[in-house]
């Protein structure tokens, strides 16, 4: 073997081991959930800008929680442009897979039909505290429901959330 195929196989473990290293800082004990607040924002395709804050559960692989939504801008042309200031809850469920929370939403919390729709999101989280980029994709797709990309901090919790406390 010559030394740039030697070199090329290291490269290629040390990869594997990164990303595994990765996986295994965020993988949850079977009794304990990870609990994550996710802080950010969201824009869609029509430029408009929400304000975002979720909190995840995440036990063994499964994720559960809630995504609060508050609408900062957007243009003046847009049906929810009289809705500035507005905020909305939006249930969700999902997985979290080698590193990547996938999450739908379930349910928009009533009081908000009106403002959000339910969309699914793919989100690779850091192993640590830290930056996230994400996406979501309408569930419904219509004139008015569009992709978008969701930016900002995730922080991983020492204790639950007041949402998931009995």
């Known amino acids: 073997m010559d030394s740039a195929t030697l070199w090329t196989a290291v490269g290629a473990i040390g990869t594997c081991v990164g990303a595994a290293a990765t996986v295994l800082a965020i993988r949850t004990v079977k009794s ?3 609990y994550i607040s996710l802080q950010g924002r969201w824009r869609g395709g029509f430029n408009d800008e929400w304000e975002f804050l979720g909190e995840v559960r995440i036990k ?31 249930l969700v469920a999902g997985k979290l897979e080698a590193g990547i929370l996938s999450c739908g939403g379930t349910k928009i919390v009533p009081g908000a039909e009106d403002l959000l729709t339910l969309a699914n999101y793919t989100i690779p989280l850091p192993s640590h505290d830290g930056q996230f980029e994400g996406t979501s ?24 959330p007041a949402y998931f406390q009995d």
């Open 60 to 90: 063994e692989s499964e994720a559960s929680g809630r995504f609060r939504w508050k609408l900062i801008d957007c243009s003046p042309g847009l049906p929810w442009a009289k809705k500035k200031g507005r905020t909305g809850y939006e």
């Open 137 to 160: 994709v309408p569930q419904k797709r219509t004139r008015w429901e569009v992709d978008g990309k969701l930016f900002g901090t995730a922080t991983y919790l020492k204790r639950a």
């Open 32 to 34: 304990r959930p990870t």
